[in-house]
C-alpha cells in the first residue's frame, strides 16, 4: 500500500477506536441505570426500559443507524454522521448491557441486602458501598465481551458515511484493485484493538485478584 492509503487506514482506525470505545464508556453506565430502574420494579418506566431493551436488542446495528441518521430529523433531531454513530452505538450497547448488570442484580444474594436494611442502610448507601463493588467485579468479562461485539459491529455506522477502518479498507482497494492488502491490515488492526480490549481485562482481573487474594486461572 502507498502512504497515503496507510494514513486513510490508520485515520479509518482511529475513527474505530473513538466510536467503539466512546459508546462502550457511555453505554456500561446507561446501561447500569436501566438495569437498575428494572431492578427496583419502578411502575411504569420497568415497562418502558423492558421495551426498549427487547426492541434494541432485536435490531441490527446497521438498521438503527440508519433510523437515527434518517428518520430523527423528521421529529426535529438532526444529528450529523459521527454523533448519530456515537449515539447509536452507545444506544446498542447499553440495552445489552442493561442484560448484564441486570443478571447480576437479580443474582445477589438477599441475605447481604437484608443485613444492610436490617442495620439501617438507605438504599443509595446499600447500593454504592456493598452491591456495585461486588457486581461490577463479577461482570467484568461480560462487559469486556459485550466492548469487542460492539467494536466488531461498528463497520455498521459506514452507511451513513463514516470512514472506520473496513470503510477506509474498501476504498483503498476499489482505489488501487488489490483488495486483499487493505483487508489484511484492517483485520490486523481489529485484532490488535481486541487484544488490547482483553489485555486491559486481565489487568484489572490480576490487580482484583492480588487485592482480595482470588484464585486466578
Request: hydrophobic share 55%; proline share 7%.
Amino acid at each position: 500500500m502507498t502512504w497515503p492509503a496507510f494514513l486513510t487506514l490508520i485515520t479509518g482506525a482511529m475513527t474505530t477506536a473513538a466510536l467503539s470505545f466512546s459508546g462502550s464508556a457511555m453505554g456500561i453506565p446507561l446501561g447500569l441505570a436501566l438495569a437498575m430502574v428494572r431492578w427496583a420494579r419502578i411502575p411504569g418506566m420497568e415497562f418502558i426500559v423492558a421495551l426498549y431493551v427487547s426492541v434494541i436488542r432485536s435490531t441490527p446495528i446497521v438498521t438503527f443507524v440508519l433510523f437515527v441518521f434518517f428518520v430523527l430529523p423528521s421529529a426535529g433531531l438532526e444529528l450529523a454522521p459521527i454523533p448519530a454513530a456515537l449515539a447509536t452505538l452507545t444506544l446498542n450497547t447499553a440495552a445489552f448491557n442493561c442484560e448484564i448488570w441486570r443478571a447480576a442484580l437479580n443474582a445477589f444474594p438477599r441475605d447481604q441486602l437484608e443485613a444492610a436494611h436490617a442495620y439501617g442502610m438507605t438504599r443509595p448507601t446499600l447500593f454504592r458501598r456493598i452491591v456495585l463493588p461486588q457486581i461490577w467485579r463479577a461482570n467484568i468479562g461480560p462487559l469486556v465481551n459485550e466492548m469487542t461485539i460492539l467494536l466488531k459491529g461498528t463497520p455498521a455506522v459506514a452507511v451513513i458515511g463514516v470512514v472506520e477502518v473496513t470503510r477506509a479498507a474498501s476504498r483503498i482497494g476499489a482505489a488501487t484493485y488489490e483488495p486483499l492488502p487493505p483487508f489484511l491490515a484492517a483485520t490486523a488492526i481489529y485484532t490488535l484493538l481486541i487484544a488490547v480490549i482483553v489485555r486491559g481485562q486481565r489487568i484489572i482481573e490480576m490487580r482484583l485478584a492480588h487485592r482480595y487474594g482470588l484464585n486466578q486461572p
